[in-house]
């Protein structure tokens, strides 16, 4: 990780999200842990396709780790849920860092 990232480890990666799943519920189960203050069920920008991740940004990084630690492997909608933190590097990239 840079260590001028913007991002000091509130951004957390969620995979294998079904496609039934909705940003409200998503937000919903993660603020069981702390305040959410961004969720984003991605798509595909050309075809609208579901691409069966997000993320999600906390306002604190120790809500951001008890989430992580606590949802890892949650069945959500009939899928288990993958989490890993996401830093954003200088130029806007996109590393997912697992650790």
Do not use: W
């Amino acid at each position: 990780r840079a260590d001028n990232a913007p991002n000091k480890g509130n951004n957390l990666y969620v995979g294998n999200i079904s496609s039934t799943t909705k940003p409200e519920d998503l937000k919903k189960l993660f603020s069981k842990y702390g305040e959410v203050s961004n969720c984003q069920i991605m798509y595909d920008p050309h075809t609208g396709k579901f691409r069966g991740f997000g993320f999600i940004a906390f306002e604190e990084n120790n809500s951001a780790d008890k989430a992580r630690e606590q949802l890892q492997g949650y069945e959500l909608d009939g899928k288990k849920i993958t989490i890993e933190k996401v830093y954003i590097n200088i130029n806007d990239v996109l590393i997912i860092i697992i650790y």
